[in-house]
């Protein structure tokens, strides 16, 4: 019996053409898998059939957008991710949930071995096996864009070869990636960094500057998960979702880097998160009324680490499990209502309020019922620039040793370069007078 191939399939060039590139060259029969996460475009039941009709023997599509968004956007919202301070884990995200249901499939279908479509030049290819090595280590794993050294031309040729149901991307050269979470871009007139990214590119965002009435959100959070749009009770799905078509068509979510990769190259990328961005805007603000000050400073830290360690495939390690357990507890009084415009590709805070505020009014104001004794400022002030005070004074005295000694050596120096026949004179007179 041939070996069953499990592929993380998603309907593009990459996978369509690795459905019968894995079967003649490993004599194996191809059983695809296809995650639906909110994605939109083409119908995932055609995405299903085209893989039938590339060679697999068996195609399974898995609704699992409730539960990317409840159990990977929602921890990412919370823990404010965004690798480099500006890309909100679009792709990063989505790896660790189609590596779970990869596995599944691996076991119901018989499969010993996983394949995916990532080249050695990305991210991807760690987080699919960093995330198997952690859930189905016995699992061999196959990439057959960088392991039989494809380029995207040789898919390309092959693709028109076998005659298989998939447009070949000589007429669109970007390579795209999308979610419920955002959507990326790269390749094509994108790789010169010098080349503006044209609308074209974009899909999830209107044109920032076009002129339309701007448009008043307010979301609600119950320890750091969105539970509400405008006083509607929706899912984390439904929230992301209608925040993405909002968001979108104020242009909001719009990113051009370059960034990072784990494999030591920098990439351009054009990201388009509107729903993401606004979140995360939203979440930002309702922590800084709700989180107090030392701890908010450190989540920042843990913030950023989440999502370094995220972005680099490591969802399943055990330093993103203790983080999230701090991330947690941090959402405990993170409740309340942000009130956002959103407008000219930008998500504008205007109102926050919560009943688990640490703004106290009263302590705040400047006017008539000011609580704040402002006589204890003082003695605080002095106090809190002690230190300062002290290391000042020795750095002075410091410097004023240096100033003496300076001036000794100067003088030593100049007693040194007397002339010869001076210091003979200056020594006879002092003989004599002995």
Known sequence: MPDRVVLAYSGGLDTSVAIPYLAEKMNAEVVCVAVDLGQGGEDM??????????????????????EFAADFCVPALQANALYMDR???????SR????????SAAKGFGGTIVSHGCTGKGNDQVRFEAGLAALAPDLEIIAPARDFAWTRDKAIEYAEAKGLPIETSKKNPFSIDQNLWGRAVETGFLEDIWNGPTEEVYSYTADPKQSRPADEVVITFEQGVPVKVDGRALTPFQVIDELNKRAGAQGVGR??????????????????????????????ELESVTV????????????????????????FSPLRNALDALIADVQKH??????????????????????????DFSLATYDTGDTFDQSLAKGFVQLFSLPAKIAAARREKALSCTKVAAGAQELGGARDTMPTTTKRARSLNTARRR
């Open 45 to 66: 039941e055609l995405i299903q059939k085209r893989a039938l009709d590339c060679g697999a023997v068996e195609s399974v599509v898995v609704d699992a957008r409730e």
């Open 87 to 93: 890309y909100p884990l679009v792709s990063s995200l």
């Open 96 to 103: 660790p949930l189609i590596v779970k249901h990869l596995v």
């Open 255 to 284: 990113i051009d880097m370059v960034e990072d990769r784990l494999v030591g190259i920098k990439s351009r990328e054009v990201y388009e998160a509107p729903g993401a961005i606004a979140l995360i805007a939203a979440h930002k």
């Open 292 to 315: 107090e000050r030392d701890l908010a400073r450190f989540k920042r830290g843990a913030d950023q680490r989440w999502s370094e360690l995220v972005y680099d495939g490591l969802w």
């Open 334 to 359: 993170v409740t309340g209502e942000i009130r956002m415009t959103l407008h000219g590709g930008n998500a504008t805070v205007t109102g926050r309020r919560s009943d688990d505020s640490l703004y």
